[in-house]
């Protein structure tokens, strides 16, 4: 099993509409988790991050932590086709320690 | 805040030449910085970690003496392809982590797309 997991999709929606991204994961031990975007050939965009458990808003972005069920998710509100990218899940434990990636998602708002 | 440049954003060298990609943190100081590789329609693979004034740790499978990482200071990291091949054409990333206690926060660079000839 996979340290993280995360669909690769492709996710296609229409524009306005509620996007849910996931990630699962193994390592209880992960403490801090990020969304990232990236954009073709273009380096990822830090989203959300959060710490433990709980939710955190940003604009249209939602970031919730499921520690208990080793599930993080991101929501994206009000899609519009600027948001077409690849959304990579990204955690870490304690320490200066590296990231885990998600294999990331690839999403397609259609106008 | 929080902007990590590279340069090159692209390079083009001949099979045998050696390629330094310079990674910066523009508004912050970086305690560890982070050496990535990506194909194609593929997630990012994690080359080598660094901290700064010390030698940097790779994953395995990585060659040290081929890809040579230097952090000189807080603030800029090269990585250095040594004798380039084709098979090491491919799109390197870095990303920083700030130095403040806690953070876990990572600013990844735009990249620098790498073709050898």
């Known amino acids: 099993q996979k340290e993280v997991e995360q669909d690769p999709g492709p996710l296609s929606v229409p524009e306005g509409a509620i996007v849910s991204l996931n990630c699962t994961y193994s390592n209880s031990a992960f403490q801090y988790f990020m969304w990232y975007r990236q954009y073709s050939r273009k380096g990822p965009e830090l989203l959300m991050y959060?710490?433990?458990?709980g939710n955190k808003e940003d604009g249209r972005f939602t970031a919730q932590v499921d520690k208990s069920s080793k599930y993080i998710s991101l929501f994206i509100r009000d899609s519009q086709p600027s948001d077409s990218a690849t959304y990579l899940c990204?955690?870490?434990?304690?320490?200066?320690?590296?990231?885990?990636f998600g294999k990331g998602t690839r999403l397609s708002v259609i106008a | 805040g929080a902007v990590v440049s590279q340069h090159p954003s692209w390079v083009i060298c001949k099979s045998g030449t050696s390629v330094k990609i310079e990674c910066r943190s523009l508004d912050f100081q970086a305690t560890t910085m982070f050496w990535y590789r990506q194909f194609p329609k593929q997630s990012l693979m994690l080359m080598a970690t660094?901290?700064?004034?010390?030698?940097?740790?790779?994953e395995q499978g990585v060659e040290k003496d081929k890809f040579l990482i230097n952090h000189a200071s807080l603030t800029l990291s090269t990585l250095t392809v040594t004798s380039a091949h084709p098979e090491d054409s491919s799109f390197y990333i870095c990303?920083?982590?700030?130095?403040?206690?806690?953070?876990?926060?990572?600013?990844f660079g735009p990249g620098t797309r790498l073709t050898v000839t």
């Open positions: 959060t710490y433990s458990s």
């Open positions: 990204a955690m870490t434990r304690s320490g200066n320690t590296p990231l885990v």
């Open positions: 660094s901290n700064e004034g010390s030698k940097a740790t790779y």
């Open positions: 990303s920083a982590r700030e130095k403040v206690r806690g953070s876990r926060e990572q600013y």
